[in-house]
């Protein structure tokens, strides 16, 4: 009897197990999941699922029951860290005064009313409670120089899962080849001019965070100083300034802080009027204060010091660019007119050549207005006929005619042919009767020899060719009077 009784409670048994395994189970959310407190604050645990439970269990790190909730009557379990501080309600979980030690997993069994055809459920949640922080500042050396280390340190005095950030200017500075950023410490290596700022680091964890903020001046310096010269004028050809007159020098150094500077001519130190004072004016009196000028900067925090130099030639005589220019271009402009008068002078010669030239064909051609060509003689003892045209006047051998300027006949002894002799291109004629008979040289011909014998004498003259002229045209008158 018993082994039939105990094979139907296990087939019940089957049966129950089944037909709950083959039930949905409650869907459970929670409203914040991770819960994340700072201490002292309250915790609440908040469960989304439906509204008919019957019962709601919540248990801390699986093996302790903090309480439970059933058909709407609260119970909370004595004895554990929670007691005391615990309020649950239909939904939720309430832990008053958060601790650090109640951070961890919780978890909430929910079994839904047998109307809801819903099997039971469970669900765990974490719960992190963190230190608040506080007490943050930043810790930085009193003097940073260029070249050297820069540490800063960030403090503070409370708080829990801390992470530091550090920025600048509001950007966030990272790990470089000179940076290193090391949890509250941040070491630059070597520091430069361009890392002074404003720098920040931030103490955070999930629940808070505090920043502290300090401004770092990085001093540098003295670089290499800039030399300049200011004179009254620009010397061309060597030299600074004219003697007698005054020269600055100003020196000039990127520094922080500011450079003081002094002075030295040659090795031997140079009051300034003003002490420290970037700028030496220099009065001059001689060509003897010529020489290098060195500048010394010093910066007094770094102890850094720079030197510059240049050298200062002091004339007796200084022209500038302007008045070179100006004795260039009169040069110039003196060679251009001498250049113009010669040009000038040739051009006048030139002229007076030529109009000397056209005078003289002028007064050939009025000499001779109608020039007539000579006829060669055809008569071979060199007799012309008187009636062939126009001849110099004939005379008898024992008459002399004799006009002023133009003829001059000669009488000859001798019985042969008369002979015409010339005279400044004039021409003598000798007429001689013999038997009877009258012989008359040939004038013409002898004429015609003796002007091409003496062109000079018979062209440029103009008073014998005036006389020939004449004795041409009264020629025929002559012959007819002696016939």
């Known amino acids: 009897m018993r082994q039939p009784l105990l094979l139907l409670r296990l087939s019940l048994a089957v049966l129950l197990s089944a037909n709950v395994l083959a039930q949905e189970q ?32 919540w248990q801390f790190q699986v093996t302790v ?26 939904n939720q979980l309430r832990i008053g005064g958060a601790q650090l030690r109640d951070a ?13 055809g819903l099997a039971t459920n469970s669900r765990s949640i974490q719960l992190r409670v963190f230190d608040t922080v506080a007490g943050v500042s930043m810790v930085v050396p009193s003097v940073a120089v260029e070249g050297r280390n820069l540490s800063l340190m960030c403090r503070w005095t409370a708080g829990t899962d801390i992470t530091v950030q550090w920025g600048k200017g509001g950007a966030t500075v990272t790990n470089d080849s000179r940076i290193t950023v090391s949890g509250g410490s941040l070491v630059i290596n070597p520091a430069t001019r361009g890392d002074a700022g404003d720098y920040s680091c931030t103490v955070s964890n999930l629940v808070s965070a505090q920043t502290a903020t300090q401004r770092i001046t990085v001093y540098y310096g003295p670089d290499t100083p800039v030399l300049t010269k200011e004179t009254p004028k620009e010397c061309v050809g060597g030299g600074d300034v ?56 010093r910066n007094r925090i770094t102890g850094g010091t720079s030197v510059q130099g240049t050298d200062l030639a002091i004339v007796d005589t200084c022209l500038n660019v302007g008045e070179v220019v100006g004795i260039v271009i009169g040069c110039l402009l003196l060679l251009l007119i001498i250049a113009l008068l010669i040009v000038l002078i040739v051009f006048l010669i030139r002229r007076r050549r030529a109009q000397r030239q ?3 064909t002028l007064l050939v051609q009025k000499t001779n207005p109608n020039p007539r060509p000579i006829p060669a003689d055809p008569q071979t003892n060199g007799a012309r006929d008187l009636g062939q045209g126009p001849h110099p006047p004939l005379y008898h051998v024992n008459t002399h005619t004799r006009h002023p300027d133009r003829l001059y006949t000669a009488p000859h002894e001798s019985r042969g042919n008369p002979q015409t002799l ?11 009767q013999h038997n009877g008979r009258t012989h008359t040289n040939g004038l013409l011909h002898n004429a015609s020899q003796n002007a ?16 020939d002229a004449q004795n041409a045209n009264t020629l025929p008158e002559y012959s007819a009077a002696k016939s």
């Open 422 to 432: 010339p005279l400044n291109g004039l021409h003598y004629s000798d007429t001689h």
């Open 65 to 90: 029951t903090v309480g439970q909730w059933t058909s709407g009557t609260p119970a909370v379990n004595p004895g554990t860290q929670f007691e005391g501080r615990v309020t649950i309600t239909a």
């Open 452 to 467: 091409n014998s003496y062109p000079h004498n018979g062209i440029d003259n103009r008073a014998f060719t005036h006389t």
């Open 358 to 360: 056209s005078d003289a």
């Open 26 to 57: 409650v869907q459970i959310q929670f409203q914040t999941d991770p819960v994340l407190v700072p201490t002292g604050s309250e915790i609440v645990f908040t469960v989304l699922t439906v509204s008919q439970i019957f019962s709601m269990k």
């Open 104 to 116: 961890g997993d919780y978890t909430v069994e929910v079994t839904p009313d047998a109307t809801t």
């Open 242 to 297: 004219l003697v007698g007159q005054e020269v600055r020098l100003t020196c000039m150094s990127d520094s922080l802080p500011p450079a003081l500077f002094s002075w030295q001519r040659d090795g031997q130190t140079v009051a300034s009027g003003q002490p420290d004072s970037g700028v030496l004016s220099v009065q001059t009196f001689s060509t003897d204060e010529s020489g290098r000028y060195v500048c010394t900067a």
